[in-house]
Every structure is written in C-alpha cells, then in structure tokens.
C-alpha cells in the first residue's frame, strides 16, 4: 500500500510506501521525502497507538483548519510533523536520521495547502485497516 501526499509538485514530496503491518502493534512502510532537492528514502517504524493518535489529529485538523499532528519513532529520532494555520497553510516537516559508521542526519520542512489533508487522512486511515499476516 503507497500513502501519497498530494502536494501538486515533484518537489516538494512526501510518501509513505510499500506499508506494511508485520504484527499486531507494528507499521513498516518506506519513507519518501523530497524537500528544496533533498532526497530521503528509508525504512519508518511505528506503532498502533502513536499512529492511530496520528489519524485522529489530522482528522482534527482538516475539520478545524488548526492544530498539529506528530508520528514520531518510539526508539531514534526519526519523525514527522503537520501543523495547519489557519490561512490554510500546511507546514510539513521532520528528521530522518541513520546511525552507522558515518551518521547521516536530514531535517526537512516544506508548505502545501490544506486541501491534501482530506485524501490523505483517508488514505491514512486505510492503513489502519490492516491486518498483520497470521502466523498459524
């Protein structure tokens, strides 16, 4: 399943693709981020609870036009943020960090609009949908 951020540009791009969910409690999917052409694309870990906490602040969100909305890493720095203005502005950001024997750390932001909050709260929200294989 591919979770895409319809920002109308190349760049800036956000996604969230190939998810996934291994188990009961987990999500898997790879982060793809395009920012002022800065490319990220890694593996993003998250669980049920921080993530269906999520949805429910981007639902929030595009119903008030204010607010903000976190999904963030339990265990390294890697994470993202929506905050909306109430002009309509959506601000995007976040840090993608990959620890090894050269670190590599990208902190990215960029603005859309707040028309990308409905499609993409309902793409979210299938997600959450997701069954775990099962293991019997």
């Not at 339990?74 to 990959?98: C, D, K, L, P, Q």
Request: aromatic letters at 12%; glycine letters at 4%.
């Amino acid at each position: 399943m591919n979770i895409v951020l319809q920002t109308h540009a190349v760049d800036p791009a956000f996604a969230l693709r190939n998810c996934r969910r291994p188990d009961a409690q987990t999500f898997e999917c790879e982060l793809c981020v395009r920012s002022a052409g800065f490319l990220v694309e890694r593996v993003f870990y998250f669980e049920e609870p921080d993530f269906s906490r999520f949805c429910d602040q981007l639902v929030k969100m595009d119903r008030t036009l204010s607010g903000i909305a976190e999904l963030q890493t339990r265990y390294e720095e890697n994470g993202f943020r929506f905050e909306v203005h109430a002009t309509g502005t959506v601000i995007v950001s976040g840090t993608v960090r990959e620890y090894g024997a050269m670190d590599q750390f990208l902190r990215f932001s960029f603005i859309t609009d707040q028309t990308v909050l409905t499609p993409f709260s309902r793409d979210l929200a299938q997600l959450l949908l997701l069954q775990p294989p099962n293991d019997h």
